[in-house]
């Protein structure tokens, strides 16, 4: 089966170059359905992989692929390592893109630059997949960069239009920032222990648990210099609070896009990682701590964003920022394996959501304002029920002594009785902030698909849909109520929402066993906590169905303000102003980086621009050499009369001033 790894690897990204260099040379068809086709072949490829660490017949391996770098004591070769942690990877990774690119087929069906747009899916895939696939830090951190160039090429995608090259920009500006720190993570890793093999380094991580070394003029500890430098870079990847203004304009790109970055790859490259280097955080408490708190303060702080945006693809955004939240205090209290396990189901319902949220802005001629929608449960109900089970997926419904519930009850419930049963301040902090947040997740879920599904159609009212709608005579001859009638999503974008759905409501229940309980399956990946999994099943049932109860209470909340009542929203918003408007515009960050970062930089910018080239090097340099020219040509001009009295003149003083030296 290992044999097959490289073509899981590599296949995209043939797929890539082939679409890309053929472009509009050949039928769009062509890019479509190469790149198409060679993910449902890495996916198909990837299963049997994790079934067999999931069925206990499978091992970890190291596929080698070339020697890369021999210089000094630096050497390492280019290798594909394959264990339980990469397996799960995998079929995240190539599921969700292979389900993406086909559903990009009905929903990027009219845009000219197809090809392209196929060319940047797949290259993203075989950046996402060299990631998880590294056996050293150098290979990751070239995955690393890679998905980092792709997203950027992805959400500048249509880059005749302004806002979506900003967030191009922005995102690939604030990623850089993390990956400073990520540099010197790998820098000072290899300094400590003279190599980047990730084997190496976890095999000889503990040794170095206590260890001192020089930074910045004091004597700190190695392991967690080295941690809180790492987790810098999965700070910026993985969108957490500080380096998380980047995510939410990334929604400017196709909604394709979104569902691909947010879902399976980009934004949990950095929970890969954690994990991944699981043991070395394991030596280093001050950074865990910090792992623990900045995750859940990500989370709480995401999902109030989340109850006020308008937006359908920023809500679920946010949405995402939380969730991740969720997976890093997870690795932060140790449970590494519950950590994974919300990555693996929080792929398949979120996919699920962002892309049937793309199935009703298409149907709503790329409306994104809840405010003009309503009413569609009836219009387009495929979309309905595929939304209805990601929702239920992420608000986590699901009864403990059922033992019954959908994705997100079995992954992130198990993340909340875990930070409880750590019995730490910083764990009940987490247990606290995870409780509230699934509060907040819950109506905000309910939120959108109350403004969504319910009520009345508001697009009827909405002169922005109706103006946008170009309709054949026969539609208009055949329209009645004088305004645009929603329409189900083709087959193609279809397809993937029921696979998805089906990922939604099942993943949870028949792996959350493996995943949270089977020391066996995460033998030699992670770094995995027995005696905490004892905790996280004893502790009270309270703590076990408080996920329930505030989704009740969301739901309620939700109801009564969307459906029973609409005016409470408005009045609400009158009565918080100051904490609704502190919400609305995002805690205010980026206005705060505005005038901390952007203004200063301007301003610096002009200064170099004004003094430095234009006062400085242009005016003592081309512009001045040609003002002495100018000046010099003038005085050059007095002795070009053009009469020969005045060239015989000259010539008689010339040679009256060389006797005279001459004599003297």
Same mark, same amino acid.
């Given at each position: ?52 660490? !999931? ?23 280019? $290798? ?6 990469? $397996? ?5 990774? @190539? @599921? ?22 196929? $060319? ?26 890679? !998905? ?54 976890? $095999? ?86 910090? !792992? ?9 702080? %995401? ?41 693996? @189901? ?129 539609? %208009? ?79 309620? !909340? ?107």
């Amino acid at each position: 089966m290992n044999s097959f790894i490289p073509v899981i690897v590599f296949l995209p990204l043939v797929a890539a170059i082939v679409a890309g260099l053929v472009n509009k040379s050949a039928p769009s068809v062509f890019a479509k359905a190469i790149t198409t086709g060679a993910l449902f072949v890495s996916c198909f490829l990837s299963w049997p992989i994790f079934l067999g660490f !999931v069925s206990g017949t499978a091992e970890a391996s190291v596929v080698p692929v070339l020697t890369w770098v021999q210089s000094g004591d630096l050497a390492f070769d280019w $290798a594909l390592r394959v264990d339980t942690l990469t $397996a799960v990877m995998l079929v995240v990774i @190539t @599921t969700v893109s292979a389900l993406v690119h086909l559903y990009s087929w009905g929903y990027m069906e009219e845009d000219p630059d197809q090809p392209r747009f196929f $060319a940047y899916l797949s290259l993203f895939t075989f950046a996402m997949l060299m990631l998880v696939t590294a056996d050293n830090l150098v290979q990751m951190f070239f995955g690393w960069e890679g !998905v980092g160039l792709a997203s950027y090429l992805l959400i500048g995608f249509w880059f005749k239009k302004p806002s979506a090259n900003a967030a191009a920009i922005k995102a690939f500006v604030v990623n850089r920032v993390g990956d400073l720190g990520f540099m010197m993570g790998i820098f000072g890793t290899f300094l400590v222990f003279g190599t980047v093999s990730i084997p190496e380094i976890l $095999a000889a991580a503990p040794s170095m648990s206590g260890a001192t070394i020089g930074f910045l003029g004091m004597r700190v500890h190695t392991m967690d210099v080295l941690c809180i430098l790492l987790f810098i870079g999965a700070m910026g990847k993985s969108a957490q609070l500080g380096l998380h203004t980047w995510l939410p304009d990334a929604m400017e790109g196709p909604t394709p896009v979104s569902a691909l970055i947010h879902a399976a790859t980009m934004v949990t490259a950095g929970v890969f990682m954690v994990c991944r280097l699981s043991p070395m955080f394991e030596t280093a408490p001050i950074a865990l701590a910090m !792992v623990t708190f900045i995750g859940a303060a990500t989370c709480i702080f %995401a999902a109030t964003v989340g109850t006020t945006q308008w937006d359908i693809k920023r809500v679920i955004a946010y949405s995402t920022c939380s969730q991740l939240g969720y997976m890093f205090f997870a690795a932060g209290v140790g449970a590494y394996g519950a950590a994974m396990f919300h990555l693996f @189901t929080h792929a398949f319902f979120k996919a699920l959501l962002f892309l049937g949220a793309g199935s009703v802005i298409h149907a709503m001629h790329h409306e994104q304002d809840m405010r003009y929608y309503g009413g569609l449960r009836k219009e387009i109900p495929l979309t309905f029920w595929a939304m209805m089970a990601g929702t239920l997926a992420i608000t986590g419904v699901g009864i403990y002594h059922l033992g019954a519930g959908f994705a997100g009850f079995w992954s992130k419930d198990a993340i909340l009785e875990v930070a409880y049963g750590r019995g730490t301040e910083l764990g009940n902090f987490a247990f606290w902030m995870g409780t509230l947040a699934a509060l907040l997740t819950s109506f905000y879920s309910w939120r959108l698909m109350f403004l969504t599904f319910w009520g009345k159609p508001r697009w009827i009212e909405s002169e922005h849909i109706q103006h946008s709608v170009h309709k054949t005579p026969e539609e %208009a001859g055949a329209d009645t109520t004088g305004g645009y009638h929603p329409h189900e999503s083709p087959i193609s974008m279809l397809i993937p929402l029921g696979v998805l759905s089906i990922g939604a409501v099942l993943a949870g229940q028949l792996f959350a066993p493996t995943f949270l309980d089977s020391a066996a399956f995460w033998a030699g990946s992670i770094f995995y906590n027995e005696d905490l999994i004892h905790r996280m099943h004893a502790v009270p049932y309270l703590v076990k169905y408080a996920a329930f109860i505030v989704m009740v209470i969301g739901l309620f !909340v939700a109801w009564l303000a969307y459906i029973k009542d609409t005016s409470i929203p408005g009045k609400a918003a009158e009565q918080l102003g100051p904490v609704y408007r502190f919400f609305y515009n995002k805690w205010y960050f980026d206005e705060l980086y505005h005038y901390l970062f952007v203004v200063p930089a301007f301003w610096l910018g002009r200064q170099f621009w004004k003094l430095g080239d234009i006062g400085t090097i242009d005016r003592f340099g081309p512009n001045g050499v040609a003002w002495v020219i100018e000046k010099g040509s003038v005085g050059a001009k007095k002795f070009q009369t053009g009469y020969l009295y005045s060239y015989a003149l000259v010539m008689l003083l010339g040679l009256v001033a060389a006797i005279t030296w001459v004599l003297f």
